[in-house]
Each structure stands twice: as structure tokens, then as C-alpha cells.
């Protein structure tokens, strides 16, 4: 190991932010559960769990592979593993193809239907780095491919995708694209100079604020489509109108001008919001 470098595991986790595999992993057993109507089996839980994993560390590095030169000349992301040299193109390289043969392994232990499936995230994983250099819009890719987590836990178990399944993936969409939109607050300065598009370049900081409002009320209004079109219990509903309590809450921490909490909205609050979501569907599954 290279002096002064973190072990190289502790590196490919800094990479891909491991931590924030919270946000989608969550809803991924949300669609599991709610496909089943119940406790889907252990092979399942395991093999969508590895392929949740793949799929996110996949995105990530490819993420930090395509955005590199960006990442290079922006203040605050400068010190990432790649711009600063602790990664080389050709170790992230290895880890990306290490997270598809990961993914791949995982899809074809699933219904076989998603054998032939499995390319749309990916195709959406090498797309969405390039959107900011010519929409705004990138945000909603963003929301659209992490959205595939419940979509795609649903369809690896049944083999079937039901106007339901698409309700909770509308929903994570809409929930992420949200948040993404108050994370866009954090680079206007540099995104300007370097002519890439956000819905801050585009609306200004006033425009994101309502632009986060807008999708995360979306949020609530497709959960409580899938809510109505399923057979769920008290414990669901109450697992929504938490959602929106925790959404309304991150909503106060931060304004136009006052983004001294943007960490605690962007980060716990997103984190705290998906798993206590999941612990209130499971718990109605099973109970």
C-alpha cells in the first residue's frame, strides 16, 4: 500500500459513497415485499440485495470515471479518489467491471425475464453523467434510473410489472429528483463557469426550492396510488404520512439564501426517510 493511502477497499467505498446505498437499497425491499404481499424468500432478499449493490457501485464509478476532468476543477469535489490520485483510471476501471460481473451474477439467479432487462439500468448508469452537460432535465434521469429499484426488485420476483410497481417506482423517482435538486445548490458557482445545466442554472436557487416542493409532494401522490391499488394494511399508511412529515421537515431546514443545513437534508434526512419507509411496509407485510 502506497504511504499515506487508505487500504484500497476503504478507497473503492469512498468512491462509490457506500453509505448512500441507503437511499435506494430500501425501496428495492419495499417493491420485494409489496410484490409478494409478503416475506419474499431468502435466495430472493440475497440476490436482489447483491444486485442492488453491483448496480449502485457500477453507477457510482462510472459516475466518477466520466466526471473526472469536472470533478478535477471543481472546489469542492477536487479531493474525490480519482482527481487527487488515490484511484487510477485503471483500478476504478476493474471495479466497475467487477460491480457488472457482480450485477450480472445476481440477475441471472432472479425470474428469468430480467436476463433480458438488465441492460436499461445500465444503459441509464453510462447516460446520466453526460445529461448535465446539455438539459436540466438531468435530475429526472437521475430520479428515473434509482426509481428501477422497486420496479426492478418487483419484477426479479414475479416476473411481472404491474401498474403498482410502477407507482412505487414513480415515487422514488420523484423523491430523488427532488433532492437532487436542493444537492444542485451546492455547485451553481462552479456548474455556471463550466457551462453544465441544474435546475439552479436554469430556475436560479427560488426555482429549485419549488422545483423539490413540486416532486416531493409528487412523492406522496404516487405512494398513495400504489397504496390504493395493493392490499396493505394501517402500518402502510401511516409509513406515508410519515414520509411526508420527514419530507415537510427537511423542507424547513433549508431556504433560499440560509444552506447552512443542506447536509442535514441532503444526507440524513433522505437516509432516514427510505428506511423508515421500509421498516413501516415490511412491518405490514409481515405483521
Same mark, same amino acid.
Given at each position: 500500500?502506497?504511504? /499515506? @493511502?487508505?487500504?484500497?477497499?476503504? *478507497?473503492?467505498?469512498?468512491?462509490?459513497?457506500?453509505? =448512500?446505498?441507503?437511499?435506494?437499497?430500501? #425501496?428495492?425491499?419495499?417493491?420485494?415485499?409489496?410484490?409478494?404481499?409478503?416475506?419474499?424468500?431468502?435466495?430472493?432478499?440475497?440476490?436482489?440485495?447483491?444486485?442492488?449493490?453491483?448496480?449502485?457501485?457500477?453507477?457510482?464509478?462510472?459516475? *466518477?470515471?466520466?466526471?473526472?476532468?469536472?470533478?478535477? %476543477?471543481?472546489?469542492?469535489?477536487?479531493?474525490? !479518489?480519482?482527481?487527487?490520485?488515490?484511484?487510477? +483510471?485503471?483500478?476504478?476501471?476493474?471495479?466497475?467491471?467487477?460491480?457488472?460481473?457482480? #450485477?450480472?451474477?445476481?440477475?441471472?439467479?432472479?425470474?428469468?425475464?430480467?436476463?433480458?432487462?438488465?441492460?436499461?439500468?445500465?444503459?441509464?448508469?453510462?447516460?446520466?453523467?453526460?445529461?448535465? %452537460?446539455?438539459?436540466?432535465?438531468? =435530475?429526472?434521469?437521475?430520479?428515473?434510473?434509482? /426509481?428501477?429499484?422497486?420496479?426492478?426488485?418487483?419484477?426479479?420476483?414475479?416476473? *411481472?410489472?404491474?401498474?403498482?410497481?410502477?407507482?412505487?417506482?414513480?415515487?422514488?423517482?420523484?423523491? +430523488?429528483?427532488?433532492?437532487?435538486?436542493?444537492?444542485?445548490?451546492?455547485? !451553481?458557482?462552479?456548474?455556471? %463557469? !463550466? /457551462?453544465?445545466?441544474?435546475?439552479?442554472?436554469?430556475?436560479?436557487?427560488?426555482?429549485?426550492?419549488?422545483?423539490? *416542493?413540486?416532486?416531493?409532494?409528487?412523492?406522496?401522490?404516487?405512494?398513495?396510488?400504489?397504496?390504493?391499488?395493493?392490499?396493505? /394494511?394501517?402500518?402502510?399508511?401511516?409509513? +406515508?404520512?410519515?414520509?411526508?412529515?420527514?419530507?415537510?421537515? !427537511? =423542507?424547513?431546514? +433549508?431556504?433560499?439564501?440560509?444552506?447552512?443545513? @443542506?447536509?442535514?437534508?441532503?444526507?440524513?434526512?433522505?437516509?432516514?426517510?427510505?428506511?423508515?419507509?421500509?421498516? #413501516?411496509?415490511?412491518?405490514?407485510?409481515?405483521?
Amino acid at each position: 500500500m502506497t504511504a /499515506g @493511502l487508505a487500504p484500497l477497499p476503504a *478507497r473503492y467505498a469512498r468512491l462509490v459513497k457506500i453509505e =448512500h446505498t441507503v437511499f435506494a437499497l430500501p #425501496f428495492a425491499y419495499v417493491g420485494a415485499f409489496l410484490a409478494v404481499g409478503g416475506t419474499p424468500s431468502g435466495h430472493d432478499l440475497l440476490w436482489i440485495t447483491l444486485a442492488m449493490v453491483g448496480a449502485r457501485s457500477l453507477a457510482m464509478a462510472l459516475n *466518477r470515471l466520466i466526471d473526472a476532468r469536472i470533478d478535477a %476543477r471543481n472546489p469542492r469535489t477536487a479531493g474525490r !479518489e480519482l482527481p487527487s490520485g488515490q484511484l487510477s +483510471v485503471a483500478q476504478v476501471v476493474v471495479f466497475s467491471l467487477a460491480s457488472l460481473a457482480l #450485477f450480472l451474477v445476481a440477475v441471472w439467479q432472479l425470474d428469468p425475464i430480467v436476463r433480458w432487462l438488465w441492460p436499461i439500468p445500465v444503459v441509464g448508469f453510462v447516460v446520466y453523467p453526460y445529461l448535465k %452537460r446539455f438539459t436540466w432535465l438531468c =435530475h429526472f434521469w437521475l430520479g428515473a434510473v434509482d /426509481g428501477l429499484a422497486p420496479v426492478g426488485a418487483w419484477v426479479a420476483i414475479t416476473g *411481472r410489472l404491474p401498474w403498482q410497481s410502477w407507482m412505487l417506482g414513480a415515487a422514488v423517482a420523484f423523491w +430523488v429528483a427532488g433532492f437532487d435538486f436542493f444537492y444542485a445548490l451546492f455547485d !451553481e458557482e462552479i456548474d455556471r %463557469r !463550466e /457551462g453544465l445545466h441544474s435546475i439552479v442554472t436554469r430556475f436560479g436557487p427560488k426555482g429549485a426550492f419549488v422545483g423539490a *416542493r413540486l416532486a416531493h409532494a409528487a412523492t406522496i401522490a404516487f405512494l398513495v396510488a400504489a397504496g390504493l391499488g395493493l392490499d396493505v /394494511g394501517a402500518l402502510y399508511w401511516i409509513g +406515508v404520512a410519515v414520509v411526508a412529515l420527514l419530507l415537510a421537515y !427537511e =423542507h424547513s431546514l +433549508v431556504r433560499p439564501g440560509d444552506l447552512r443545513r @443542506l447536509d442535514a437534508a441532503f444526507f440524513t434526512m433522505n437516509g432516514v426517510i427510505s428506511v423508515v419507509f421500509a421498516a #413501516f411496509v415490511i412491518a405490514d407485510a409481515v405483521v
